[in-house]
């Protein structure tokens, strides 16, 4: 029996679909990830190149749009366990250019830049409570790495019963071992797996509907 099987034996693997009210959240697209001798490598750059398409049409919609930047104090009070893990990550201050969102996706007037310190774009920051000011019920997850940061927004995004759509060229990490498992993980628990094209073409239906709807 193949993995597949064995999750579909155990009818995991369930579509949760799209709501209403989607949101498009950018996780750690920073420059600092960007860079293989810091915390890139792999398919990151691919990934950004990507959400920058998506980013584009989610604007064009007016939807809610979240980007995260990992932010610790210049003298590192705030720094916990994961930094005793990855102790580089302390460097991350805010005004480290490593820090900032990469050009391609930078952020503009009336969209949230969530600061935090762990893995989770909700953990510590006032995430859940400005998307649920918007009426969001459904989180397009974009963002690296894809095994780390997004797989730990998207468990707690689904533990708020937001649906996840999981953008699959649109996550990206430094080895690509990780990125795909849990990839496959994540499509068998906590979201929809879909592609940038098949976002894309989800939303133009949606937001059709949407539009129709209040006509």
Known sequence: MSDVDIYKTQNFGNSSGWGRAPALLIVDF????????????????????????????????????????????????????????????????????????????????????????????????NLHSWLTMRGVDTIIQTGCTTSGCVRASVIDALSYNYRNIVVTDCVGDRAIGPHEANLFDMGQKYGDLLTCEETLAALAQLMGVRAEAAE
Do not use: M, W
Not at 61 to 68: H, Q, S
């Open 30 to 125: 920073v420059n600092g990830f960007t860079d293989p001798a810091r915390f890139g490598g792999g398919n990151i750059q691919e990934a950004i190149a990507n959400t920058a398409v998506l980013l584009d049409a989610c604007r064009s919609y007016g939807l809610p749009i979240v980007f995260t930047r990992v932010i610790y104090a210049d003298d590192g009070a705030d720094a916990g366990v994961f930094c005793l893990k990855a102790p580089s990550l302390v460097t991350l201050t805010e005004d480290n250019p490593e820090s900032h969102v990469v050009d391609a996706l930078k952020p503009r007037d009336g969209e949230l830049i969530a600061r935090k310190q762990q893995p989770s774009a909700f953990f510590g920051t």
